[in-house]
């Protein structure tokens, strides 16, 4: 009931679903309470958020910034462009590593299923060229295909 | 082995040819020469290289010398500094909704406590 799912759309988008127990108020609020996304928007285990800037309104700032405490550390910035509470979010962001990533305009959906939700993320990158490198890199067919490729390369 | 600096922006254009991706599927399973990269395509050897040159520019494959032979393989750091960032997307949204899973749970026990 929980498991995730991945798919393509047209050239530019990818396509995120996954279900929780929670009714759609407290998914939403776990997307934009800077405490609740402190909780679990930390990546790999290891890492948290010293900085969760969130600022759930048109127009509002997103900047989140990640470290392992052991010198590793990245950040996000975003912006949101629509929110309509406890249904629906749009906003974009990208990741900088240190380079920034291509922008990456996400609708995200929440949406009442039984006693949960069903939560829909639609990302649409910039060109066809930036989620076929995306594809490339085995997204499309998990990360399987990401590990043994890089066990072919050991 | 050769130095290797990735460029994100040509690491893309890279891989958004299919040959390209094909070739890169192929050094996966290890060093390969020229000849036998172009066995499986429909293409002269001029064009494969000319691939070829587009990955080594890009950061994600390495030439070595070997007699005449130049065998191609996948440059770990490129490689991996891409699926650094390209990796992240599924890894770190799986991850994060267990624990939000948690987070969520939690939530609706300190609502039942509330109500009680």
Same mark, same amino acid.
Request: charged share 30%; with cysteine.
């Given at each position: 009931?929980t498991? @995730?799912?991945?798919?393509t759309e047209?050239?530019?988008? $990818?396509?995120?679903t996954?279900?929780?127990?929670a009714?759609?108020e /407290?998914?939403?609020?776990?997307?934009?309470?800077?405490?609740? $996304?402190?909780k679990w928007l930390?990546?790999p285990?290891?890492w948290?958020?010293?900085?969760c800037?969130?600022? /759930?309104?048109?127009?509002?700032?997103?900047r989140?910034?990640?470290?392992n405490g052991?010198?590793?550390?990245?950040h996000?910035t975003?912006?949101?462009l629509?929110?309509?509470?406890?249904?629906? $979010?749009?906003?974009?962001e990208r990741?900088y590593?240190?380079d920034?990533?291509?922008d990456?305009?996400?609708?995200?959906?929440?949406? /009442?299923?039984?006693?949960g939700?069903?939560?829909?993320?639609?990302?649409?990158?910039?060109d066809a060229?930036?989620?076929?490198?995306m594809?490339?890199?085995?997204?499309?067919?998990? @990360?399987?295909?990401?590990?043994?490729?890089?066990?072919g390369?050991i | 082995?050769?130095?290797?600096?990735?460029?994100l922006d040509?690491?893309?254009?890279?891989?958004?040819?299919?040959?390209?991706?094909?070739?890169l599927a192929?050094?996966?399973?290890?060093?390969?020469?020229v000849?036998?990269?172009?066995?499986?395509?429909?293409?002269?050897?001029?064009?494969?290289?000319?691939h070829?040159?587009v990955l080594?520019?890009?950061?994600?494959?390495?030439?070595?010398?070997?007699?005449t032979?130049?065998?191609?393989?996948?440059?770990?750091?490129?490689?991996?500094?891409?699926?650094q960032?390209?990796a992240?997307?599924?890894?770190?949204?799986e991850?994060?909704?267990?624990?939000?899973?948690?987070?969520?749970?939690t939530?609706?026990?300190?609502?039942?406590?509330e109500?009680?």
């Amino acid at each position: 009931m929980t498991k @995730m799912t991945l798919k393509t759309e047209g050239d530019t988008h $990818i396509i995120v679903t996954r279900r929780f127990a929670a009714p759609p108020e /407290a998914v939403y609020r776990a997307h934009t309470d800077p405490k609740l $996304i402190q909780k679990w928007l930390l990546g790999p285990e290891g890492w948290t958020m010293p900085v969760c800037i969130n600022e /759930a309104r048109p127009g509002g700032k997103i900047r989140y910034e990640w470290t392992n405490g052991k010198g590793g550390a990245f950040h996000l910035t975003g912006e949101y462009l629509e929110l309509e509470p406890y249904r629906r $979010i749009v906003h974009v962001e990208r990741m900088y590593l240190p380079d920034p990533t291509p922008d990456n305009h996400i609708e995200t959906r929440f949406d /009442a299923d039984g006693t949960g939700t069903l939560m829909t993320m639609r990302m649409t990158l910039p060109d066809a060229q930036t989620r076929a490198a995306m594809l490339a890199t085995g997204m499309e067919r998990g @990360m399987e295909a990401s590990y043994v490729r890089l066990e072919g390369m050991i | 082995m050769s130095s290797t600096r990735l460029n994100l922006d040509a690491a893309f254009s890279a891989l958004a040819d299919p040959t390209r991706r094909a070739i890169l599927a192929r050094l996966a399973k290890g060093e390969t020469t020229v000849l036998e990269l172009a066995k499986p395509f429909d293409m002269t050897q001029p064009a494969i290289s000319q691939h070829l040159k587009v990955l080594e520019d890009a950061g994600l494959i390495v030439r070595r010398v070997e007699g005449t032979k130049r065998p191609r393989r996948l440059a770990k750091a490129g490689i991996e500094a891409l699926d650094q960032w390209l990796a992240m997307l599924r890894r770190t949204l799986e991850k994060n909704y267990d624990r939000l899973d948690e987070v969520l749970a939690t939530i609706d026990r300190h609502k039942k406590g509330e109500t009680r």
